[in-house]
């Protein structure tokens, strides 16, 4: 279901403002994500390619990161917009270290206007391999 930005307008402006600083110089193709962490803090990242393609980050890891450096470990709910029209869902490399931080996060995939549509990390990454597999 497609919904506008209501209680969304503070991680929509940081993931817009984090995809302007993107670095995607080989893609073309700049991606800005913002999450919020249990603390009500925002988090903001975009992708940093490099000239060694595979060693490219996307926005959604430098968001997580950008929240663990600053010492929080839980995500409520993170937002991704990439350079439209469309919307685009985090790739699921992001989507298994989303998990590793908010198996239960919301993850909001956002168009340049701010139309959201929202899912659940589970029902992206369904039956996925987290910390509590490796409790035997
Ligand atoms: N990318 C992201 O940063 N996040 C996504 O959700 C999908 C893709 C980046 C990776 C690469 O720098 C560029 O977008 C094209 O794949």
New binding site residues.
């Given amino acids: 279901m497609v919904s506008d930005m209501s209680g969304l307008e503070d991680l929509f402006a940081a993931a817009l403002a984090a995809r302007q600083r993107?670095y995607?110089p080989?893609?073309r193709?700049?991606?800005g994500?913002a999450l919020r962490a249990e603390s009500g803090a925002v988090y903001a990242g975009?992708?940093?390619?490099n000239a060694a393609y595979p060693l490219?980050?996307?926005?959604?890891?430098?968001a997580i990161s950008a929240m663990i450096a600053a010492g929080e470990r839980r995500i409520a709910e993170i937002l991704?917009v990439?350079p439209g029209p469309g919307r685009?869902?985090?790739?699921g490399a992001?989507r298994q270290r989303i998990a590793e931080f908010g198996a239960g996060a919301l993850v909001h995939l956002a168009d340049e206007q701010g139309a959201i549509e929202t899912f659940a990390l589970a029902d992206l990454l369904p039956r996925a391999f987290g910390p509590e597999s490796l409790k035997t």
Avoid: R
């Fill in positions: 993107a995607a080989y893609s193709f700049p991606v994500a975009c992708n940093v390619e490219g980050v996307c926005a959604e890891t430098a991704v990439g685009i869902a985090p790739c992001c």
